[in-house]
Every structure is written in structure tokens, then in C-alpha cells.
């Protein structure tokens, strides 16, 4: 081996290591690893010039191949783990020699309380947040809070500030509580904003109608929301943003976020300004590893909006050295969600990131399943979500000419129904700013295969192992040849023969026909992977 190497011990969020290894006669070096754990995944980032570099996890059989790095800059490569446990130790290997640890993050508890302060007026409420130290829990009282909460104080790791409405039977679903104390904001810009702080936690509160922003994150790191209703504010119900790479790390979770009062779908969201137009966003270098988790987010304009700075791409091409250290967002999970009910995108994943990973999330009602029109550098990861009832495109990738480059995009195992009545089909392939490297690998695309639309210039889609509900392969070759798609030679064209839920049926083609990826569907029932979103006879069978 030419050179040294360094193998090290990763515990915590992300660290940095030089090393060197030798890919053949040609000694590759590697500056720096930088991991980031989260509670199912990982996402590793290298710095070298190398062409190509392997990633391997330590199974119980030994080292075995995970999803390869992805070069998203002229100097980095990224790629991400999938299906990892929490507070777990894993132990990888890349390029085959530099081996490094790492532990899962734990699951979020409730800490213990230090110091109790008990409010009933929204004058208390802003006077014990002014007040508050690390360890503070402020239990909020049943009733009404007219007016806005500014919290400026910070807590520390272990130890947040907490602010939480005082209810019983946690248990039960947050968009079924009629009992969580309300900050009524009318006329304010914002309902809560944690501004500029640090290891704060919200919990239990309903937040509405608000000018501006109904839950306002603006540079603020290490916070988390959870089980609030968030409901009928002006744009943004809830918004993360700026700060750069000091902020984010922020836990989003089960959350019902809403409009109540305007958000009856329509496919069609023109005619919407009284409506909210975003559920959960993040935009404006929102900071770095934020997961927003077993949401429920219905009746807006756009559902979730993970990644931000859209117009930035244009400026971030392939051979920009250092996407990373310019602030803008990565590491970001969006999983176990319910989208319901969106007027465009389900899913708007527009914007400047690296390492997104949306997964096993189930979206019904829609313009548009997911947008990614512009998104880059990537790599972004679509894995096992139920995109159903869109009207215009499963993916949407139509956008202005001159907006830079879509790329490093992966859709493995998802499943896309179309409304009963979609104008367009299943796909629609738009022209506009290009595309390239966008992955589509053992997916269903349900409902009769009436048509896959194009309109402009085509993106070339990389497509196979796909099946498409299709009465006949001649008919589905030439529907492949009017968009200018390649054609699937392993595809597979037939009915799914879906059970309930999108569990597939004894008798569905997509059983065991599903290409291996490795790190993504490594674990399956039956002699291969199924293709869709469900494996079928899984002991879970959700997506």
C-alpha cells in the first residue's frame, strides 16, 4: 500500500480524516471522510479525485457491498446508508482498505425535568422564555395564547430548554387532539420563533393563524418540534432557515401541519393565495442533518420542501470545488410521512443539496408526486415511497431553460399510481433546464399505461427494472419510442395485481423480479427482490 492510512473511531455527528490507500498500481489519497449518522441512515462524504470508490458495511458474514460513492463536486463523492438501527455501532470499509466506526444516533427522549415553570397567559409564556436556563420545562396551560412567542434563550445537549403544553394521553394521534393549548397569532408575522438558539424543544402546542409563519426556525440548531398542530398561517406553516453550516440538526416529528380552513384540493393550485402555500420547508442555507419524520402535512400548495436555495444551482456546476463548504444543505432525512392533498408538488425537492434521503413515505392527492426541477448536486435517494392520485406527473421535472443541471438522482422501489382521471399518463417528460444521471431502478408505474408524455426536449432517463402497467409489450415499446426513452430491456409490462395498500398480490409479476442494489434491498423474501415500494410476504409490509 502506497502511503499511510489512517483508521479511525467515528462516535458523534461527523469527523474528518486524511488517509491514503492504493487502487491498483495508482495511489489514490483521500483528505477527509466526513460522517454523518442519523437514527436509520448514514451519510458519507470523501474528498479525492479518485474515478470511483466502494463502500462496504460489516454484516454478520463480513464486509458486503453498500451503495457506491456518487462525485457531486470537482473534489467530493458522497453516498448514503440505508436501513441501519439507532444508537447502533456499524463499522465500513471504503475503496476496501481505510475501515471506520460509527454510532447511529439515539432516539429522541423527553428529558427530566430540572426546573418547572407553570403558565397560563401568553404574558407568562414570553416572560419564562426570557427567563429560561438549560434544564427549563415550561408547561403550558389548556386555553388560548393570543399574540407571538420569541424565544431567544438557548439550552444545551442533554439539557433544553422545553416548552410544552400540559395535555394528557400523548397516545393519541395529534391531528385527533382537541386539547393542546393554542397561540392564536392573528395579525402577527409569526405564531413561535426560535430565533438564533440552540437545543430548544417544542411539544404539544397548536400554532395558527399567523401572518407570515405559523413555526419559524431562523438560525437555530439542535431544536426539535414534535407533535404540534400547525395550522392555517399565512406562506410558510412551518419554515426552517439561514444560518449556514452552524445550524440545522433540528428533529421535526409528528406533527400534524395543516390548512384547516382553505386547503380543499383542487388539481390545480392557481386561485390559491388564501391558501397556505407551504407545509414544511427548509430554505435559505437552513443549516445541515435536519430529519423530519412521521409527519402528517395536508392541504397546502407544496407538501414538504426539504432542500432549498433552487436559483443557487445554476452557479453550483460540476467542477465547483466545495459545495459543501459554501453552507448550503445536506444530510437531510424525510421518511414515514403522510402528504395528503397538495395542490403542485407532494414532495418538492428543489434546491441545492447533498445526501437527501426521502424514503417509505406515502403521498395521496397531487399536481405533481415530487418535483426535482432543478435539484443537484446530489446525490438525492427516493427509496420505497407510495406516490398515488397525482394528476400530472409522478416526477416533475419541467423548469426553465438556464437553471443548471438536474443531477445524481436515484428512484429505487417506489410506487406511482396516477389518478384514476391523470390528463397526462404516467410520466411526463418536460424539456427546460437538462438533466443527468437521474436513476430509476425496480419501480412500479401503476394504472393502465396510457401514455408517457414529452414535451420539449427529452431527459435522457437512465430506466430498467421497472414495471409498468402495460397490456402488451409492443404498445409499451412504442409509447417508449415516441417520448425517446431507451427501452426497459428488463423491464417488466403487465398488471401488479396490487392487493390492499399496495401490498402486492400471490400472483403479481413484480414478485422476485427486482434488480440488486446494493445497501438498498439487500434484505428481501423469495429467491430476489420484489419490485415496487412493499416486498411482498415482509414481516412489515409498509412501505
Not at 427486482?514 to 427482490?529: S, T
Request: hydrophobic share 40%; proline share 5%; with cysteine.
Amino acid at each position: 500500500m502506497g502511503g499511510a492510512w489512517i483508521a479511525a473511531v467515528l462516535i458523534g455527528l461527523s469527523a474528518l480524516y486524511p488517509v491514503t490507500w492504493t487502487i491498483g498500481a495508482e495511489p489514490v489519497v483521500i483528505k477527509n471522510v466526513r460522517i454523518t449518522p442519523k437514527f436509520e441512515t448514514a451519510g458519507i462524504i470523501v474528498e479525492s479525485d479518485a474515478a470511483s470508490v466502494s463502500l462496504e458495511i460489516l454484516g454478520p458474514k463480513g464486509f458486503q457491498a453498500a451503495f457506491p460513492f456518487v462525485r457531486f463536486d470537482q473534489n467530493h463523492l458522497a453516498t448514503s446508508l440505508f436501513g441501519l438501527q439507532p444508537d447502533t455501532e456499524y463499522t465500513i470499509r471504503i475503496a476496501g482498505t481505510t475501515v471506520h466506526r460509527f454510532r447511529t444516533e439515539r432516539e429522541f427522549e423527553m428529558p427530566r425535568d430540572e426546573h418547572v415553570v407553570r403558565v397560563d397567559s401568553m404574558e407568562k409564556l414570553q416572560r419564562a422564555a426570557d427567563a429560561a436556563e438549560p434544564g427549563t420545562t415550561i408547561l403550558v396551560a389548556p386555553g388560548i395564547y393570543r399574540g407571538q412567542l420569541v424565544v431567544r434563550r438557548s439550552g444545551a445537549a442533554g439539557r433544553p430548554i422545553v416548552i410544552r403544553g400540559e395535555v394528557k394521553a400523548l397516545s393519541v394521534p395529534v391531528w385527533e387532539r382537541k386539547d393542546l393549548p393554542v397561540i392564536e397569532a392573528t395579525k402577527k408575522d409569526t405564531g413561535i420563533q426560535l430565533d438564533g438558539v440552540h437545543h430548544v424543544v417544542l411539544d404539544s402546542l397548536q400554532v395558527r393563524n399567523a401572518v407570515k409563519h405559523g413555526v419559524y426556525l431562523l438560525r437555530a440548531s439542535h431544536c426539535v418540534v414534535q407533535r404540534m398542530q400547525i395550522y392555517d398561517n399565512g406562506t410558510w406553516n412551518l419554515i426552517v432557515s439561514k444560518g449556514g453550516p452552524t445550524a440545522g440538526r433540528h428533529l421535526i416529528q409528528d406533527n400534524h401541519v395543516a390548512d384547516l380552513d382553505h386547503g380543499r384540493f383542487l388539481f390545480d393550485y392557481r386561485g390559491s393565495s388564501d391558501v397556505t402555500y407551504y407545509g414544511i420547508i427548509q430554505d435559505n442555507q437552513p443549516g445541515w442533518g435536519t430529519t423530519i419524520r412521521r409527519n402528517r402535512v395536508e392541504g397546502h400548495v407544496d407538501g414538504i420542501v426539504p432542500s432549498g436555495d433552487e436559483h443557487d444551482l445554476q452557479r453550483i456546476g460540476e467542477s465547483d470545488p466545495d459545495v459543501v463548504s459554501r453552507g448550503f444543505n445536506g444530510e437531510v432525512d424525510v421518511y414515514d410521512n403522510q402528504i395528503l392533498e397538495q395542490r403542485d408538488d407532494a414532495i418538492e425537492a428543489d434546491g441545492v443539496i447533498v445526501n437527501l434521503r426521502v424514503f417509505r413515505n406515502m403521498t395521496k392527492l397531487s399536481q405533481n408526486g415530487v418535483s426535482i426541477a432543478p435539484i443537484g448536486p446530489g446525490p438525492i435517494f427516493f427509496v420505497r415511497n407510495i406516490i398515488s392520485d397525482y394528476n400530472e406527473s409522478c416526477v416533475k421535472l419541467n423548469t426553465g431553460d438556464g437553471r443548471g443541471l438536474i443531477r445524481n438522482v436515484f428512484y429505487f422501489h417506489n410506487t406511482f399510481m396516477p389518478w384514476e382521471f391523470n390528463e397526462r399518463g404516467i410520466l411526463t417528460i418536460w424539456g427546460g433546464t437538462p438533466s443527468k444521471n437521474i436513476v430509476f431502478r425496480n419501480n412500479i408505474f401503476g394504472n393502465d399505461m396510457r401514455a408517457i408524455s414529452e414535451q420539449g426536449l427529452a431527459h435522457r432517463l437512465d430506466m430498467d427494472y421497472d414495471l409498468w402497467h402495460a397490456q402488451g409489450t409492443d404498445a409499451a415499446r412504442r409509447l417508449f419510442e415516441d417520448a425517446g426513452l431507451r427501452w426497459e430491456d428488463h423491464g417488466v409490462f403487465g398488471n401488479p395485481r396490487f392487493g390492499r395498500d399496495f401490498v402486492l398480490g400471490a400472483k403479481s409479476p413484480a414478485i422476485d423480479r427486482a434488480l440488486r442494489i446494493p445497501g438498498i434491498n439487500d434484505e428481501y423474501v423469495g429467491k430476489g427482490p420484489d419490485i415496487g415500494a412493499k416486498e411482498f410476504g415482509s414481516r412489515s409490509e409498509k412501505p
